[in-house]
């Protein structure tokens, strides 16, 4: 490792989260309600984390339009879309505490869509047997940031963003700290710390295609717990939305909210044909979203698609007002970025990578196996299992979030010596690569092509071979560490390639369909595969196991295998 002297800024605390996302706000409330002084670190502005893009809603079993609405049906709902290969335990906390975490949020402020009669306003996502959405038009993701950003400053909690996380600093077996750069002021930060709490996104930007801003979800966050020594799950899944936007293409891949669907948006090819009867005919366009998604790439695969490569996505039919009303982000979306009026023209969308199932492997207190070290959020894996449904991951972010606060202020006053001892700074800083944005467009056209929506054993192969080519090179053109830009891609770079070899290995282990991991060579699903393909990295590199699942509860397995009411169809 080539060293270099840089300017260092050295920061302690109890508890460090790195992320500002929602997830990683809850955690850090909870931290502080309960004694700890915590640091929330991000590369994005505070008030500005990826959290802001989630549109639609979060979920809970109110109960409020649909009185039969339960936890339990909530949990249910889940484990039965997730195709079974969910932590149940994990799924049944998420709803159990749902409502709660709910009122939470309305008792700090947040301004949900209401009744006239004052009831929380609940729609339908894909995949729910009853209304459970609660949502502010479809700018719910923002105004759950606001609400929590709000509670945050309310108590003083320290924030430090602008600042790239590249290594969880280790002492011995122990998580004791982290070490970032802030480009703006060209420094390392080192943070020395009782506890670490991840909260640092996804991996949807391993694909060209993608709903997440160019700068998030580079799966940095897994490759800093995988090369601190944590182990990966569900790796294969990845949720690809079934409407993303098709053109022009500085919007491609820009998500279109399932709100657009529960508010009654149909699906047409070109033909004008309603195409969704022919695959789900009972859920129709509220599928859950692995199969909506496979279902508009088919119609486009199949010659069936608009002359921008999409299928049509209409709410024309509605009134004017209910639209502006339920969907102004979608409303002003489409007006400035296409110029089109949504209350008159179909949308054209088009599959977009959106959100990873698979993640750091955690227990029901964020604990990733390395002392020191928490994970939450969109960062960890095997909560939603083989599909996501719309509008659990807003409520996974304040449920465990909570959860895991709670145990970071418990862990940071068992560890108040654990603390960062690290002379030199430049030694452990990334490398900076030649033409690391170019390297990082190949890796996600690869990965689009090979690892995407539709897999098969030849394609994968290929796929770990053209990542292992592109690795070498990578490594080849590697040069001493200097803090810019380039240290960033090439950091992005390095994380994508781990995330997409771990995508990769999984899928080719996993030799079925489930979920959102589709296999035209075994296009089945197996029940010898009710299990999660985990992930290790070692000195030989990446290797794959298998781990066997939890059984459901007597209640819950019940629940999961009785048929669904028939009572939400989009006539």
Not at 364 to 378: M, S
Request: net charge positive; with cysteine; aromatic share 6%.
């Amino acid at each position: 490792m080539i060293s270099l002297i840089v300017k260092t800024r050295r920061v302690s605390c109890d508890v460090l989260v790195i992320g500002c996302g929602s997830a990683g706000l809850r955690a850090a409330i909870e931290a502080h309600d309960l004694g700890a002084d915590v640091l929330i670190l991000s590369k994005s502005k505070k008030g500005d984390p990826h959290t802001v893009l989630a549109t639609g809603g979060i979920n809970a079993a109110l109960g409020t339009m649909d009185p039969k609405d339960s936890w339990q049906l909530h949990a249910a709902d889940t484990i039965r879309d997730g195709r079974m290969i969910n932590d149940s335990g994990k799924v049944e906390i998420l709803c159990r505490d749902g409502p709660r975490a709910v009122k939470e949020l309305v008792k700090w402020g947040a301004r949900f869509h209401r009744e006239k009669d004052g009831r929380i306003t609940q729609r339908f996502f894909g995949a729910a047997t009853y209304r459970r959405a609660c949502f502010y038009g479809d700018y719910t993701g923002r105004e759950m940031t606001r609400v929590l950003t709000e509670q945050a400053v309310k108590r003083k909690i320290k924030f430090i963003d602008g600042v790239y996380v590249t290594k969880i600093l280790k002492r011995g077996k122990e998580a004791v700290g982290a070490l970032g750069v802030d480009f703006s002021r060209k420094e390392a930060v080192v943070v020395g710390c009782g506890c670490i709490v991840l909260a640092g996104g996804g991996y949807s930007r391993v694909y060209s295609v993608s709903s997440s801003r160019l700068d998030e979800n580079y799966g940095e966050g897994v490759k800093l717990a995988l090369d601190a020594g944590a182990e990966l799950i569900d790796m294969e899944m990845v949720q690809f939305h079934p409407t993303g936007m098709v053109w022009p293409k500085k919007a491609v891949g820009v998500l279109v909210t399932e709100a657009v669907r529960g508010e009654g948006g149909i699906l047409y090819n070109a033909r004008h044909e309603r195409f969704m009867k022919n695959y789900d005919p009972e859920r129709m366009e509220l599928g859950p979203r692995d199969e909506v998604a496979r279902a508009n790439y088919s119609e486009i695969l199949h010659g069936r698609g608009t002359r921008h490569g999409g299928v049509l996505l209409d709410i024309s039919h509605l009134p004017k007002e209910k639209i502006l009303s339920r969907l102004p982000r979608m409303y002003k979306q489409f007006k400035e970025m296409v110029g089109i009026d949504i209350s008159r023209s179909p949308m054209e969308v088009s599959p977009t990578a959106h959100y990873s199932m698979g993640g750091v492997r955690v227990d029901r207190l964020g604990r990733t196996g390395i002392p020191g070290l928490l994970a939450v959020g969109e960062v960890t894996g095997q909560l939603h299992g083989g599909n996501r449904l719309g509008g659990n991951s807003l409520l996974e972010t304040v449920v465990f979030g909570k959860i895991v606060g709670k145990e970071a202020a418990r862990l940071a006053e068992s560890r108040k010596n654990a603390r960062v001892d690290i002379d030199d700074v430049g030694r452990e800083l990334p490398p900076v690569m030649n033409g690391a944005m170019k390297a990082r467009a190949r890796i996600q056209e690869l990965s689009w092509k090979s690892i995407g929506i539709v897999r098969d054993g030849d394609g994968l192969r290929k796929a770990l071979a053209g990542l292992k080519k592109i690795r070498a090179e990578c490594e080849r053109k590697a040069t001493k560490p200097r803090i810019g830009e380039g240290m960033e891609a090439t950091f992005q770079v390095m994380s994508i390639l781990d995330a997409a070899e771990c995508i990769a290995r999984s899928a080719l282990e996993r030799k079925e369909s489930r979920g959102a991991h589709t296999r035209s060579d075994f296009p089945k699903e197996d029940e010898r595969w009710l299990l999660n393909v985990c992930c290790r990295k070692s000195a030989g590199g990446i290797s794959v196991s298998k781990r066997k699942l939890a059984p459901l509860s007597p209640a819950m397995k019940k629940l999961v295998g009785r048929p669904k009411p028939k009572n939400h169809l989009l006539e």
